[in-house]
């Protein structure tokens, strides 16, 4: 309300300052003075010429002059006279100010926005933030990819994003891209064979199998590469071959690597079941056991894990465990169970949605 005073003000000035001099009379600066006093000039001449104190010459001359004033003198009269009167201009202002106004309200209110609420040039310049929706994001990147199509670093931030979006086409173009311009990596030939796989329904087709190749052969120990190179030999029949490929990973991979459950569930499909993952001194126990011995070791284990989650079941962690551990043992029934028990379990919505994700690889929802 007060910016709207504000307007007002400024507007009622700026239109009193250009309509204020047709408010006020025309100045007349003789008031028909001046045609008076030549006329009695004139007849001062005639008076001077007929007691001889000047002579007919510079009469003649004295009266060329005046009347030449004289005449000027009337013609401003005449047009003073013609000017429109003092009312007439203050109507003309007052229509003014109050029509100026008027109007600019009558264009402004239909087609401008009075509701519209501040929004300050600091708000404006401000970047985009997380609440701004992951499609508009996108598309601004895309936009500058339009204009900038060897930005690899533009291409590195979109593949991904593409990828999780489900826009799988779009996401193997941008892998593409983003090798060209970025650099060659062993991760991203992974990444471009998981997203053409993904396109074929989760088939490692030849093209994707020569990407991961290509990985493997930028870096041996690339997991996603071997894992692939596993999943197509699992889907040519060979199954030695994937098992081979899938056990060698978890040899030598870390024992909390994020895709230990992944692997550990593949090698059990295909018939070469990983036992758990023991404490270090059952595996210094264990060495000298027999095979009977220590799988009996291993399900003792996995059932005192079993009995301490079902009393105290707020350890998504050691969920995880269990059932990673019915999984690679073959007992999907006691897997399933124990991931019902668990969700059932867990209260801490984070951890469960951890372990959801984890034991996605699974399979035990379908």
């Known amino acids: 309300m007060t910016l709207w005073f504000v307007f007002a003000v400024m507007t009622a000035a700026a239109i009193f300052a250009v309509l204020l001099p047709l408010g006020l009379g025309a100045r007349n600066g003789s008031d028909g003075r001046e045609v008076v006093v030549y006329k009695d ?9 007929e007691t001889g104190l000047i002579g007919k010459v510079e009469a003649e001359a004295a009266r060329v002059e005046i009347g030449r004033r004289l005449l000027a003198a009337a013609d401003q009269e005449g047009e003073v006279a013609a000017k429109p009167s003092l009312g ?14 008027l109007v600019a309200l009558a264009v402004y ?6 509701q519209l609420p501040d929004f300050p040039l600091t708000a404006r310049a401000k970047p985009a933030d997380g609440s701004q929706p992951l499609e508009n994001l996108v598309s601004q990147v895309e936009q500058h990819l339009q204009k900038n199509p060897t930005d690899g670093r533009g291409w590195t931030v979109l593949a991904p994003v593409l990828a999780r979006l ?8 941008a892998y593409r891209n983003m090798i060209t311009y970025a650099g060659d990596g062993a991760a ?10 993904t396109a074929a329904g989760g088939v490692v087709t030849a093209e994707a199998k020569a990407e991961f190749e290509r990985g493997h052969a930028l870096d041996a120990e690339e997991p996603k590469s071997n894992y692939y190179l596993g999943l197509a030999a699992e889907q040519d029949g060979r199954k030695d ?12 991979g870390s024992p909390d690597a994020p895709w230990r459950p ?31 011995d220590r799988d009996a ?7 005192r894990l079993a009995t301490r989650l079902k009393q105290n079941g707020d350890d998504a962690e050691g969920w995880l465990r269990l059932v990673r551990a019915y999984v690679v043992m073959g007992d999907l029934d006691k897997a399933k169970s124990a991931l019902s028990d668990a969700r059932q379990a867990v209260k801490d919505a984070e951890q469960l949605r951890q372990l959801n994700e984890a034991v996605k690889t699974f399979g035990l929802d379908g």
């Open 297 to 303: 070791m291993i399900r003792g284990m996995v059932d």
């Open 188 to 197: 991203k030939r992974a990444d471009l064979g998981e997203m053409i796989a």
């Open 88 to 101: 007439l201009r203050r109507v003309a202002a007052v229509l003014a100010l109050i029509g100026v106004p």
């Open 166 to 173: 489900g826009r799988t086409e779009d996401a193997i173009r």
């Open 241 to 252: 071959d994937a098992a081979n490929i899938w056990r060698g990973m978890l040899s030598k």
């Open 262 to 292: 992944l692997v550990s569930a593949a090698l059990a499909r295909v018939g070469g079941g990983e036992a758990p993952a023991l404490p270090s001194e059952a595996m210094a126990a264990a060495k000298d056991m027999s095979s009977g």
């Open 109 to 114: 209110l239909p087609l401008g926005s009075p």
């Open 41 to 49: 000039q004139l007849a001062e001449i005639e008076r001077d010429v």
